[in-house]
């Protein structure tokens, strides 16, 4: 049985190898990001990229990660592609420079540890100091953030699953969505933080807000702890180009761009008790997820490639 065992995970191994290599070769031919060779913000994003399937694929048979593996995961879709609820100058610079800043000084922090998944790091980031706290809280509340918004038109809705409960909880859709736009508002939530939806004790939705990059998951948050499967950022760097110090209309424009096939995916996990990875794994697996269809629709040629081993991704 173990021989058995060593010998799948070992033609697992050679077949991750070659995947990363051929999505690193389509990276470079243009398949993905069509146009000029990979220079500059073009091959840091092929890097990473190709370093999130890395990541997704040897997570999948259980090759040990380090510090320096948490990664700022790339956007699934362009950075103008939230317009006009979000403009194209506040995306790169809230992903290219405060996600990165978080990104690398919470691998500073943990240099010389063994690295938790993402999302174990952030139960006990409070008592583990600040460097945890703001630096672990806000590379995950960010990873969390691309992965639940979608260009306009495209986010789907609710289940009715969700739906039902949202119904339950608050009355309404318009119920659900005055209370999290208040509670949001600076007269809520004043100065930087994040307000959220969350499947609480019970399996009741609630609505919740944090400072700074706390977040729901924390052991001693303020607010109501539980697993969260909606937030928005209120940082002013996430609005103040656009909407200056007019946060509420930032939150109200900001529904348009929610992407309901994600959170309704999260909700049906947090009933069961997980959590949102939100890693950069499953950052890059959704780039690539975006891509193809347009790939496709292009008559570019695509890969499909068949382990003998089973992996699940993260949502």
């Known amino acids: 049985m173990a021989g058995s065992t060593l010998r799948r995970r070992t033609r697992g191994a050679l077949a991750l190898g070659a995947a990363v290599v051929v999505a690193s070769r389509c990276l470079d031919l243009g398949f993905l990001f069509p146009g000029a060779a990979p220079s500059g913000k073009a091959s840091s994003r092929r890097d990473m990229v190709t370093g999130g399937i890395a990541g997704a694929l040897m997570a999948a048979v259980g090759a040990p990660q380090q510090a320096s593996a948490y990664e700022l995961p790339p956007l699934p879709y362009a ?87 949202i119904d339950e909880a608050f009355g309404s859709m318009d119920d659900f969505k005055a209370k999290f736009e208040a509670a949001g508002a600076p007269g809520a939530r004043f100065g930087s933080g994040w307000v959220w939806l969350v499947v609480a004790e019970g399996n009741k939705l609630a609505i919740t807000s944090t400072p700074n990059q706390d977040n729901p998951l924390m052991d001693g948050v303020e607010g109501t702890p539980g697993i969260p499967v909606l937030g928005c950022d209120v940082w002013e760097h996430a609005y103040y180009l656009k909407y200056q110090f007019k946060r509420p209309d930032y939150i109200k424009a900001w529904w348009d761009v929610v992407n309901w096939n994600q959170v309704s995916a999260w909700y049906e996990d947090a009933l069961a008790g997980k959590a949102p990875t939100a890693d950069s794994s499953s950052a890059a697996a959704a780039l690539v997820g975006a891509r193809r269809p347009q790939q496709e629709a292009r008559g570019k040629p695509s890969f499909g490639l068949k382990f003998d081993f089973q992996a699940q991704f993260g949502s």
Do not use: C
Not at 83 to 98: C, G, L, Q, R, V
Not at 104 to 133: H, W, Y
């Open 79 to 165: 950075y103008d592609a939230l317009e006009p609820s979000i403009d194209k100058a506040t995306m790169e610079f809230h992903h290219d420079k405060h996600h990165l800043t978080y990104v690398t000084n919470i691998n500073k922090a943990l240099e010389g540890k063994d690295q938790p998944a993402l999302v174990e790091l952030q139960k006990t980031a409070i008592q583990s100091g600040p460097a945890f706290r703001n630096s672990g809280g806000g590379t995950y509340n960010h990873n969390f953030f691309w992965l639940e918004m979608a260009p306009k038109g495209t986010g789907g809705s609710p289940s009715s699953k969700l739906a039902a409960a």
